[in-house]
């Protein structure tokens, strides 16, 4: 068995045991709103169907046989999981059904299946709107809001939040409408919008101190460090992460840590402390591998190999750049396929195979125009621009070196400023 063959293995393997723990999650959370009965009915029930349906198939393929009829269990299948919403509906009452399938959402979302999430907050939307229980509505909808939001889908969770927003303001939920401000800040933030996502943030903090919601407090500082990083202002940043890290420990909350690690590993790599971002990225991996979630480990591979070519260390950046480029389309995150694919410019360029390096560098900046992510854009170009002048085209350099410097002045990132206008200056005057 080759390399590659081993880390499909691997891969599949992983999507098992995700599958595995999402299932046994859900069954979980069913089972404290419907009691054991409902789940041990479920599962006979799928046991005796899949028996029932391989021994028939067995039978047309002329293979019956009391071997052949060992059953899977797993909620993945659309029958099975259909099957378990029947049998909650049937036991539950308008508001109870709603508010588990809700938690469904989570579960879910905390592992990375955002196209499953998004699914059952649609169903919850049409439940609630049905029933007149705009409470349910407006939680909802602004969960779908923060699920569009991590798939870049811009103008779908800005109609998401802003109509649960109305909602809110309507029964005078302030924490509510805070994790709206929030999630609009880090929108912003993610496609270079700063001095707005600052404000966001520093609105959404007052509200979430005041009602001393503590771990959104946290997730509101993680944000206000990642807007501090962006502006170069590194030791800030850290400082904010360590002042959110308590919050989400006390919390136990395992995703915002591994969010949390990555964030500290990107401000030490900004720093040029590599082997700190390093550690910093290995004990986010820890945490987003805890949870299978795709998209975390990912980040987690995409950073490690970001800091070992800054080590020039080429191939060892590639094998962990290729690592998170599968797990980033697992679920279709393409913001950071993105990211994997302008770094693999970087790693071919630096090997001198300028065509491939090309290639990667067009899809990276396609990719972040379609989501019009200006920090992303003005990374890449910059990165382009040092290829063209490894290549001696000078004139092609300094367009991408002034388009790189336009964009990082309107989102604000002073130190990407500060080092592009520095180059621009040195090959102007060479």
């Known amino acids: 068995m080759n390399k590659d063959e081993k880390r499909k293995g691997v891969n599949r393997q992983m999507k098992t045991r995700r599958e595995e723990i999402v299932d046994g999650d859900i069954l979980s959370l069913v089972r404290n709103f419907c009691g054991p009965r409902v789940v ?15 021994r028939v198939l067995n039978q047309i393929n002329g293979q019956a046989g009391p071997g052949a009829l060992a059953p899977e269990l797993s909620l993945n299948g659309g029958m099975s999981y259909d099957h378990l919403m029947t049998l909650c509906r049937q036991n539950l009452n308008d508001e109870e059904y709603q508010g588990m399938l809700l938690g469904i959402g989570n579960i879910f979302k905390q592992h990375g299946r955002l196209d499953k999430a998004e699914q059952i907050y649609g169903m919850v939307i049409g439940y609630a709107r049905k029933a007149n229980h705009s409470d349910y509505v407006a939680e909802a909808l602004l969960r779908r809001g923060e699920v569009y939001s991590l798939q ?44 707005k996502a600052e404000q966001w943030f520093a609105r959404a903090l007052r509200r979430f101190e005041q009602s001393k919601q503590k771990p959104m407090t946290g997730t509101v500082l993680m944000n206000l460090g990642i807007v501090k990083n962006i502006a170069g202002n590194w030791d800030e940043a850290l400082s904010y992460y360590r002042r959110a890290l308590p919050f989400f420990q006390e919390a136990g ?27 910093e990225f290995d004990k986010s991996l820890v945490f987003s591998q805890q949870l299978y979630n795709p998209r ?25 750049c290729n690592q998170a480029l599968e797990h980033f389309t697992a679920v279709n995150s393409r913001l950071c396929i ?93």
Not at 40 to 54: C, H, N, P, V
Not at 297 to 318: C, H, S, V, W
């Open 40 to 54: 041990s009915k479920f599962i006979a029930d799928q046991k005796s169907g899949y028996k029932m349906e391989r």
């Open 152 to 195: 870049a889908r811009w103008v779908q969770a800005t109609h998401d939040l802003d109509s649960s927003r109305q909602l809110f303001l309507k029964s005078n939920n302030s924490v509510a409408v805070a994790r709206i401000d929030n999630i609009f800040g880090a929108n912003d933030a993610e496609q270079g919008h700063i001095r």
């Open 253 to 279: 909350d395992l995703t915002r840590i591994a969010e949390l690690r990555h964030n500290m590993g990107m401000s030490y790599y900004s720093k040029a402390n590599y082997q700190e971002a390093i550690r």
């Open 296 to 320: 975390l480990i990912g980040l987690a591979e995409l950073g490690k190999a970001t800091a070992y070519f800054r080590l020039n260390d080429q191939p060892l950046a590639l094998v962990f």
């Open 338 to 430: 993105a990211d994997g694919y302008k770094l693999k410019g970087m790693i071919f360029r630096e090997m001198k195979e300028y065509n491939l390096a090309e290639t990667y560098f067009q899809s990276s900046l396609l990719i972040n125009e379609e989501h019009s992510n200006l920090l992303n854009l003005a990374e890449t170009h910059h990165e382009i621009s040092i290829m063209h002048r490894q290549r001696r085209r000078r004139k092609a350099a300094n367009t991408s070196f002034r388009t790189a410097l336009k964009y990082f002045k309107s989102v604000g990132a002073g130190s990407d400023v500060i080092r592009t206008q520095a180059r621009l200056s040195r090959r102007e005057s060479a």
